[in-house]
Nanobody, 122 residues
């Protein structure tokens, strides 16, 4: 079955760094757009960063630009998010997402992990 397992969250001080990982299994990882989302208490889930299948292009939320880097290892079936210069407003549960749409059809596949908590203290 499909599994997305996030790890690497924790409690850190402002200005610190964290590296989140998402181990994927049960689907063809290399064929999926992979993304990191986050959800802070009382707020909607928002896109943080995304990386195309094959790793050819990336996209970042304005809040993540210049501080976060998304990457993927299609051999290890793992997605990463390197987060530097963390701020208290980065506090949230971070979720891994896998998405694929099949061209020429209506089939779409969308999978979520359980999330990993990141808390940044001031």
């Amino acid at each position: 079955q499909v599994q997305l397992v996030e790890s690497g969250g924790g409690l850190v001080q402002a200005g610190s760094s964290l590296r989140l990982s998402c181990a994927a299994s049960g689907f063809t990882f290399s064929s999926y757009v992979m993304s990191w989302y986050r959800q802070a208490p009382g707020k909607e889930r928002e896109l943080v960063a995304a990386i195309a299948s094959g790793g050819g292009s990336t996209n970042y939320a304005d809040s993540a630009k210049g501080r976060f880097t998304i990457s993927r290892d299609d051999v290890k079936n793992t997605l990463y998010l390197q987060m530097n210069s963390l701020k208290p407003e980065d506090t949230a549960v971070y979720y891994c997402n896998a998405y694929r749409s099949i061209s020429g059809s209506n089939r779409r596949y969308n999978y979520w992990g359980q999330g990993t908590q990141v808390i940044v203290s001031s």
